[in-house]
């Protein structure tokens, strides 16, 4: 795998570093992933979100009911119409996580060098000395000298609510171990993660089974988040459930990687699902801190060489409480766009944190950044020469729709699909302007009504780096002789000289099908 070299003489100047960055319609290429909880779910709040650039809501089901969440989604749906801002939506799964129960929500102080036992009797109190869990198995599991953590940092965003433990010994169901660091848990609920163990636990539940088809069915959940994907199996399981739930049939599924399971067997993991999330919350328990950088790394390139989405997380914890993020964080954010991610999200940031507007336009800023210095052209190469020869027919289109785009500095790029896979594969080579992925809805029948696809597929770009949907008039065909094309692409370059993407004497490049062919042509713009 080959690193980024940033070509130093060109892109970056030392006077372009004190130049203000230029306000855009499009805040960034990269997305931004925002989980509403809290602190970000009246409309005001959403509408700020929207506006500074979220372009997916997360609904996070380890807390909070059907009820609860549905009140959210109400509210965002509101603040949608209000902003004229396309969001997607986002459910995510409890999966296999361990939590330890404390009913009386009193703050329990843990001391260095004590001991606690763990124990899945949930009748107990928690205290001091003994912590209940919600899983019998652990004793099982773990053996002296395994690491245990336990915390509320994945919803505070704070090391100093976590606690980490070393398996003494194990008394039965009970695990006995010794603290390894002072600290004060609070609240109803703490995530408990046992490091390298594997948890014989299903990956989908059946309490996230019902949560989908209580909350995710009626909503039409535009993606699935599977947490603590260990097998590809996981997946291929999760598909099928949803494959038989009508309308969710179409919902991509995006595998969480947050344990050495899901890391180990990554490569088929990549395969079956649609995209990937880096959860490093996690990885960074169960992966010695040293090396959450490479895995990352490494992970961001498959999926960039696969073209399917990669999502990171964990990159501002600390704008959880404060208003700017350190500056490791901001070059943080920086590298993983520059490494090649798709998408940012951002957790107890939004769901709790004091500024989930402002954390969403900081991060959005700094995403801007490192896109004008991204190197696309060893990037453009790399992939190219990742997909090898013969290319099929779609790859050669998109990659010449790029080159073509890039050799005559285009504004952007318009393409007309039906499906969105051909809009995805040209930004899969990540060209330097927006691609708006022109959705051409179809007519299809169920035999009991008939009903027209598309804003799945046009909601479903909303987490790929450089595409911008806009759903077309279904009376206009995407695969035509006739002239409604013209008609669509008119909307299309309408709908970019508003955004102030497109300006006269512009160029733009647009791709479509034309009968059996398809076509890329250059059109210059008049006044």
């Not at 260990?230 to 179409?250: C, M």
């Not at 080159?403 to 809009?423: D, E, Q, W």
Request: glycine content about 6%; aromatic content about 6%.
């Amino acid at each position: 795998m080959h690193s980024n070299h940033l070509l130093l003489e060109e892109p970056i100047r030392m006077a372009s570093i004190l130049e203000p960055s230029k306000a855009s319609f499009f805040p960034a290429m990269t997305k931004i992933v925002g989980t509403l909880g809290p602190r970000s779910r009246s409309v005001d709040v959403i509408s700020g979100c929207l506006k500074a650039g979220m372009s997916v809501a997360r609904f996070d089901f380890s807390w909070g009911d059907c009820a609860y969440h549905q009140e959210t989604l109400d509210n965002l749906k509101t603040a949608i119409k209000s902003t004229k801002k396309l969001c997607a939506v986002m459910l995510d799964t409890v999966g296999a996580e361990m939590q330890v129960v404390n009913k009386s929500e009193k703050s329990i102080s843990l001391q260095q060098d004590d001991n606690v036992i763990l124990t899945p009797d949930k009748g107990q109190e928690a205290s001091s000395q003994v912590l209940p869990i919600n899983f019998n198995g652990l004793a099982k599991a773990v053996k002296k000298g395994d690491t245990i953590f336990i915390g509320q940092y994945l919803f505070t965003g704070s090391e100093t609510t976590s606690v980490w433990l070393e398996v003494d010994k194990v008394e039965g169901d009970d695990v006995n171990c010794k603290i390894k660091n002072t600290a004060t848990l609070a609240g109803a609920l703490f995530t408990l993660h046992a490091s390298q163990i594997h948890i014989d636990l299903p990956t989908l539940t059946e309490k996230d089974k019902e949560n989908i088809s209580a909350w995710g069915v009626p909503n039409k959940i535009d993606f699935l988040s599977l947490s603590y994907t260990r097998h590809a199996q996981d997946v291929r399981e999760a598909r099928e459930y949803l494959s038989k739930l009508g309308d969710l049939s179409q919902t991509q599924i995006f595998a969480k990687i947050e344990n050495i399971e899901g890391l180990t067997h990554f490569d088929e993991i990549l395969q079956e699902a649609d995209g990937i999330i880096l959860s490093r919350g996690n990885l960074g328990i169960d992966l010695p801190p040293e090396k959450v950088f490479l895995f990352q790394k490494t992970a961001l390139y498959k999926c960039n060489m696969a073209g399917k989405p990669a999502v990171v997380t964990r990159v501002v914890d600390s704008m959880t409480d404060n208003l700017r993020p350190t500056r490791a964080e901001a070059t943080d954010v920086a590298n993983a766009v520059l490494d090649g991610s798709d998408a940012i999200l951002l957790g107890a940031e939004t769901l709790r944190g004091l500024y989930p507007v402002e954390t969403i336009s900081t991060v959005g800023k700094i995403c801007a950044e490192a896109e004008k210095v991204f190197n696309q052209d060893l990037y453009f190469k790399k992939t190219v020469k990742y997909v090898g020869e013969p290319m099929s027919h779609l790859e050669a289109i998109a990659s010449s729709a790029v080159r073509a785009a890039i050799k005559v500095k285009a504004s952007v790029i318009i393409c007309f699909t039906s499906s969105g896979r051909a809009a995805r594969l040209i930004a899969k080579y990540r060209p330097t302007m927006p691609v708006l992925s022109v959705v051409i809805p179809r007519l299809k029948s169920n035999q009991l009504k008939w009903s027209f696809s598309g804003a799945f597929e046009a909601r479903q770009s909303l987490i790929v780096r450089g595409l911008f949907p806009m759903l077309a008039d279904p009376r206009h065909p995407a695969e035509s002789n006739s002239a409604t094309n013209e008609s669509v692409l008119k909307v299309a370059l309408d709908f970019g000289k508003t955004s102030g993407v497109i300006k006269s004497h512009d160029r733009v490049v647009v791709c479509q099908k034309v009968g059996d062919a398809s076509v890329v042509k250059i059109i210059e713009l008049e006044d």
